[in-house]
């Protein structure tokens, strides 16, 4: 998010900032429910993985940029990790 508003222009897209604070949320939300073996924390993982997920997709319209290129692919592997982990058994 820094990097996109330093840049400014382009880079502050409304739907782009937004993707990528719901991302920054969730894998926070995410992160804290896996370490306190919440019970609902498959479930955030699934729902993380679908953010990372779109988060990535909103990184990968800006590919011209060495920066947002490597933040999609970040997203994208945030997106599988937190799909392995929502199919792990509870």
């Known amino acids: 998010m820094s990097y996109c508003l330093k840049k400014g222009g382009r880079f502050v897209d409304m739907a782009m900032m937004g993707a990528l604070m719901d991302c920054s949320d969730i894998t926070r939300l995410c992160a804290d429910m896996m370490m306190r073996q919440s019970p609902m924390a498959m479930d955030m993982a699934r729902m993380c993985a679908q953010v990372a997920t779109k988060c990535a997709e909103a990184c990968m319209t800006m590919t011209d940029d060495a920066t ?17 982990m929502a199919a792990m058994p509870a």
């Open 68 to 84: 947002m290129k490597r933040c999609a692919e970040k997203c994208k592997a945030c997106a599988e990790a937190c799909k392995a």
